[in-house]
T-cell receptor
Framework: EPEVTQTPSHQVTQMGQEVILRCVPISNHLYFYWYRQILGQKVEFLVSFYNNEISEKSEIFDDQFSVERPDGSNFTLKIRSTKLEDSAMYFC???????????FGQGTRLTVV | AQKVTQAQTEISVVEKEDVTLDCVYETRDTTYYLFWYKQPPSGELVFLIRRNSFDEQNEISGRYSWNFQKSTSSFNFTITASQVVDSAVYFCALSEWVGSGGSNYKLTFGKGTLLTVNP
């Protein structure tokens, strides 16, 4: 069964460092997303990506964040200068069409120290 | 603005009991979608169901059933004969159809309900 895969599963980084979270969406999906979940809290939308551009982003997704689809399979989230409050589980998701079900990866736990 | 409320923070039941998880939503749109996701202790988000706003028919899938009541803006989830493996956080989520191109899509999640099923 096709699935969304994320690497690494856990990343520890020092405050101020850049971090790149990687995702491989399901191959025939056209819409890609990043969400985050601060420990014990609800899942929050960060950004949606379609046709090689951002289609919507939340207030959380400020200038420190960027997304890229560098090739036909990967979808990345970059945080330029991490802050302590960026510590969270980051989920990548993809869907075949708009408003069809989004399938989530297993998440990357980012810890900023 | 859209909003999803899951008033039950935690529920604890004994195995084989039925349990209903409540979800109330707010949206200005007439076209929208409702979802339930399961987050087991391992952390991943598992898709359970998607329902569009035009389809109020209730759905049953094995021990799971969903009751969509547009009149009360609720989309409740019932697990029949609960099992220990059902222990997880369950999230209700809402998406609106945003933009004529349909390429804007995001899920608004509720805060989740932690279900613990004890043997």
């Amino acid at each position: 069964e096709p699935e969304v895969t994320q690497t690494p599963s856990h990343q520890v980084t020092q405050m101020g460092q850049e971090v790149i979270l990687r995702c491989v969406p399901i191959s025939n999906h056209l819409y890609f997303y990043w969400y985050r979940q601060i420990l014990g809290q609800k899942v929050e939308f960060l950004v949606s990506f379609y046709n090689n551009e951002i289609s919507e982003k939340s207030e959380i997704f400020d200038d420190q964040f960027s997304v890229e689809r560098p090739d036909g399979s990967n979808f990345t989230l970059k945080i330029r200068s991490t802050k302590l409050e960026d510590s969270a589980m980051y989920f990548c998701a993809s869907s075949e069409w708009q408003n069809t079900e989004a399938f989530f990866g297993q998440g990357t736990r980012l810890t900023v120290v | 603005a859209q909003k999803v409320t899951q008033a039950q923070t935690e529920i604890s039941v004994v195995e084989k009991e039925d349990v209903t998880l409540d979800c109330v939503y707010e949206t200005r749109d007439t076209t929208y979608y409702l979802f339930w996701y399961k987050q087991p202790p391992s952390g991943e988000l598992v898709f359970l169901i998607r329902r569009n706003s035009f389809d109020e028919q209730n759905e049953i899938s094995g021990r799971y059933s969903w009751n969509f009541q547009k009149s009360t803006s609720s989309f409740n989830f019932t697990i029949t004969a609960s099992q220990v493996v059902d222990s997880a956080v369950y999230f209700c989520a809402l998406s609106e159809w945003v933009g004529s191109g349909g390429s804007n899509y995001k899920l608004t999640f509720g805060k989740g309900t932690l279900l613990t099923v004890n043997p």
